[in-house]
């Protein structure tokens, strides 16, 4: 059996968080949002979040900076500074406000800013 205390290598993080746990969530995420009916602006900036921060999108969903790869807690945390400004600014957008608070909650927490995984607003609203 696994000591869950384990030391674990960089390469089984994605940002602070278990790669295992991302890729649960993530999937968790996907599968409640599959549905036109069921996706939300929020649910597909939080995917978005999630595809990036796993090193499956050529650019971050904010910034559109090029990680090459997977990317290090450091621009993950960039990426999250960022959206807190996208969120701040309320001049007129061309991004959805529930676009963004959805990639901020998913990289929040791969970053271990927040213990709540995105999961409040899977459904359309009324």
Do not use: I, N
């Not at 499956?56 to 450091?74: C, E, F, K, N, W």
């Amino acid at each position: 059996m696994t000591d869950p205390t384990a030391y674990q290598k960089a390469t089984d993080l994605v940002g602070s968080r278990a790669r295992a746990d991302v890729e649960r969530e993530f999937k968790t995420l996907e599968a409640a949002a599959a549905a036109p009916q069921t996706q939300t602006q929020f649910s597909r900036g939080a995917l978005s979040g999630y595809v990036w921060a796993l090193g499956r999108a050529d650019a971050a969903p904010v910034t559109g900076a090029d990680s090459g790869g997977t990317p290090d807690l450091q621009l993950l945390s960039a990426e999250v500074d960022a959206t807190l400004v996208q969120l701040a600014d309320q001049s007129p957008r061309m991004v959805p406000r529930d676009y963004m608070r959805g990639v901020h909650d998913a990289l929040a927490w791969v970053c271990g800013y927040s213990d709540e995984q995105p999961s409040g607003e899977l459904t359309a609203r009324p």
